[in-house]
């Protein structure tokens, strides 16, 4: 059994005159993946779609899909389908037009071209909109309809811009699980730019993490939530409180006047200027006592009501101390009766603590 990627990038680089979009970006992706590239607006991702597509020239590097390198193919000659942020749907064809434009130029006869619009408009869950024209839809319709589209000749690869964008929040979740059923049953490789994390951590067997033209870390969600190698990606994925720290033995890192234990943070040699974080769900409230690793006296300086759970701003009872964010749940809330003001005794857990090198 082959072990081949489906799509091999080497080394692709572009530029805007003196600005670099994408800086020497490496990337596999497996057949069948479902691979999400994300990063902040500006970071290259839409553009390493684009060069993927064929649809922006690169100015340096290489791609190849199933073994054939198609680094200067025009995209009629790379097979794939795309789903763009702005739907692009002919407003003067009808959704079955639509659906079908890409199969009349394959030459298909009539009939087997309206037995695959029906087929794809069932797959879609819009079996009876085929005569509607894309203003009758709604935004969610809309996208359905140019995904439907997208997969018509069956590509090998399907390309999606932000597809969710600009669309209600409970029609993006629909959607999202919708998409993501829709090619485990397909088994179609997908690649899907987004800068909705949730959507990446949802959708994805792999995340691309990118910023300023290139790539900080590629793995799986729980990955790059649980295991983020860079402060940027610990930020963007999730949220984090971040200190700034220096090792003073194995495991163990001072933040100021404050002394944790790190269990598991290995290589660094003491003396090494770290950043020190650690997620505000991680944070234990319950049952803590002063002798637990890593308790702290803290002061409620703010909550803001989330719904679920309230993120708490906390102040440590240490001088000079950077003030903490913690997730509290709505049942510790009403079990343990929080509010500003309030003195708690919270253990930040060792395992939790990850630290990132500080360069000079």
Known sequence: MS???????????RRFGAFTALDGIDLEVQRGEFVCFLGPSGCGKTTLLRAIAGLDRHDEGAIWMAGRDVSRAPPAERDFGIVFQSYALFPNLTVSQNVGYGLVNLRMR???RESRVRELLALVGMPEQGTKYPVKLSGGQQKRVALARALATSPSLLLLDE???????KVRVRLREEIRDLQRRLGVTTIMVTHDQEEALAMADRIVV???GAIEQVGTPSDIYQRPVTPFVADFIGAMTFLDGVVTGPQRVQAGSIVLDCAGERGFLPGARVKLGFRPEEIRVRGVQAQDANALSVRIDGLEFLGAYCRARLAPDHAGATPITADFSANLMRDLGMAPGQTILVALPPESIRLFPVEA
């Open 3 to 13: 072990t081949a990627p489906f799509l091999r990038v080497a080394g692709l680089t």
């Open 110 to 112: 009539r009939a087997a």
């Open 163 to 169: 597809p969710l964008s600009a669309l209600d929040a």
């Open 210 to 212: 990118m910023n300023r």
